[in-house]
């Protein structure tokens, strides 16, 4: 699961080891990839230790890409790493992506991310879907677009079969708009499923979290025993709690009150959203899936 607060904490200190380390970064890949990039995929939810997950320097009859992440088996995205401001050789790794038929590769000097389809019918420039700098970008910025290539958030298409439909790609679009405490609907009316109970017909996506909440506790799989609960299991603030204010006092920023009369934090992006949402069901409903078909 990715802890939001630490991954807000961990994008805060490689802001600070580029700003000290500029040079070295400039001149060294592999401080690059040790200090920078495997620090935030962990962030991410990846770990970095166990090839179930991230293999570098995996082997295709291509090259070598120098990282691939690992979902259930199956390769889903290839990174190609550089010295800070070096740019990658994005053709390199369109024919690793091809020989091994991964739809995605991911590139990245440490602060900026870029992620490109293979197989968009574009050019390549085109190719990119979505791209973050660390470095230049407001961290929660970074946050909303970075999820998207979060461990639990990765869709693998022929290995999930309770998925009922999911959208173009396990990754956000660029130009999607969904600012935190807005949770949009991105993509119509959205149908969820909980288990096997729905389809629960919804507008916005932060609708998903509040039901989820709610369905959870009129199962009884949340009790006030429960209660506060934090948005992760690091996290200063709290998701759900019998009033609308954190630990330190200060006021939800964007909040419902669920049916019960408890408060639910609904400041999130569409993916944290969703995110927010299979988090509980995995902490508190015994992993129960959560299906979403998008209308």
């Known amino acids: 699961m ?13 802001k600070k080891k580029i700003e000290k380390n500029k040079e070295l970064f400039m001149k060294n890949e592999n401080a690059v990839r040790y200090a920078l990039i495997n620090p935030f995929l962990e962030a991410l939810g990846w770990d970095i230790t166990d090839p179930d997950d991230v293999i570098p320097e995996y082997s295709t009859s291509a090259g070598r890409p120098d990282y691939v992440l690992m979902k259930n088996g199956k390769a889903v995205a290839f990174i190609g790493a550089k010295a800070l401001y070096k740019d990658e050789d994005l053709m390199q790794y369109i024919s690793y992506c091809v020989s091994q038929n991964v739809n995605y590769f991911i590139t990245s000097d440490g602060a900026r991310w870029e992620v490109y389809d293979t197989y968009s019918r574009a050019e390549l420039p085109k190719k990119r879907i979505i791209f ?17 290539i979060s461990k639990i958030l990765v869709y693998v298409p022929d290995q999930v079969p309770q998925i009922k439909e999911v959208p173009r790609s396990i990754f956000i679009e660029e130009g999607t708009k969904s600012e935190p405490g807005e949770a949009g ?11 096997n109970e729905g389809p629960f017909t919804l507008e916005k996506y932060n609708e998903i979290l509040v039901k989820t909440a709610e369905w959870l506790i009129k199962n009884k799989y949340i009790t006030e025993k429960d209660l506060p609960i934090r948005a992760g299991n690091r996290a200063k603030r709290y998701l759900i709690n019998v009033t609308n204010r954190h630990e330190n006092g200060e006021e939800f920023v964007s909040f419902k009150r669920l049916f019960n009369g408890w408060y639910i934090l609904t400041n999130y992006n569409s993916n944290s959203c969703i995110y927010m949402s299979k988090y509980l069901l995995e902490k508190y409903g015994k992993g129960i899936p959560l299906n979403i078909k998008y209308n």
């Not at 630490?6 to 490689?14: A, M, P, R, S, V």
């Not at 973050?132 to 998207?148: C, M, Y």
């Not at 609907?185 to 288990?195: A, E, L, Q, R, T």
């Open 2 to 14: 990715v802890d939001l607060q630490n991954l807000y904490e961990t994008l805060e200190k490689i």
């Open 185 to 195: 609907n991105v993509y119509g009316k959205i149908k969820m499923w909980i288990g």
């Open 132 to 148: 973050w700098d660390i470095e230049k970008d407001p961290t929660e910025e970074v946050i909303r677009k970075a999820l998207s």
